[in-house]
């Protein structure tokens, strides 16, 4: 099956800064979203992005399917951006399934 | 975006007991659902797929007789972990899409299982 890998795993950001998020896959995909994972584990939609480049306040987001990576850029992190981000992707192979990438935990500090 | 409702979201049950999760689209129609499982620090595992008054397809080793997935209607699909054991203890979680598979995916809230 498609292999969906996220990097870095771990990131620890001071309030105010700026990080990259990037998400490659193994295979040719029809749909890719990234989400946010709260404490409470609630899924937050944030981006559906199967290509092209997308923004929405602080958050965009810019999918290259043709090279099989997408990147989500976070600006000015506040501490509510805490919690664990993951892409997910949505193939068609023996069957259609939305298979989740490893994920990143990011922790934003004082 | 569209809602879709999961519950309940916790659920603490004893060993060789059976557990309904519902999850219910609010606003849309789903024609397939999928179930997730998702352990402490871990990414989700994709569980199996339901489709409206079909069987549902699972993924390889997950147990087909210990997990019951029904999706009788657009707007209802229910998980059903029978005769559940401490292993059993996890986060399930139900997404949904509409009649395209190429569109956006959404999320119930979870239910955390927890079999003592």
């Known amino acids: 099956g498609i292999q969906v890998e996220q990097s870095p795993p771990d990131l620890i950001l001071q309030e105010g800064a700026n990080s990259t998020l990037r998400c490659n896959f193994s295979?040719?995909?029809?749909?890719l979203q990234w989400f946010h994972q709260n404490p409470w584990g609630q899924l937050i939609n944030l981006f559906y992005?199967?290509?092209g480049t997308k923004q929405n306040g602080r958050l965009s987001a810019t999918t290259v399917a043709t090279e099989r990576y997408s990147l989500l850029y976070i600006s000015s992190s506040q501490t509510t951006d805490s919690g664990v981000y993951f892409c997910a992707v949505l193939y068609t192979g023996t069957a259609s399934k939305l298979t989740f990438g490893t994920g990143t935990r990011l922790q934003v500090t004082l | 975006g569209a809602v879709v409702s999961q519950h309940p979201s916790r659920v603490i049950c004893k060993s060789g007991t059976s557990v309904k999760i519902e999850c219910r689209s609010l606003?849309?129609?789903?024609?397939?659902m999928f179930w997730y499982r998702q352990f402490p620090k871990q990414s989700l595992m994709l569980m199996a797929t339901?489709?409206?008054?079909?069987?549902?397809?699972?993924e390889q080793g997950v147990e087909k007789d210990k997990f019951l997935i029904n999706h009788a209607s657009l707007t209802l699909s229910t998980l059903t972990v029978t005769s559940a054991h401490p292993e059993d203890s996890s986060f399930y979680i139900c997404?949904?899409?509409?009649?395209?598979?190429?569109?956006?995916?959404?999320f119930g809230q979870g239910t955390r299982l927890t079999v003592v």
């Open positions: 295979d040719s995909v029809n749909n």
């Open positions: 992005i199967p290509s």
């Open positions: 606003d849309f129609q789903a024609t397939t």
């Open positions: 997404s949904a899409v509409t009649g395209s598979l190429n569109t956006e995916a959404f």
């Open positions: 339901s489709n409206e008054g079909s069987k549902a397809t699972y």
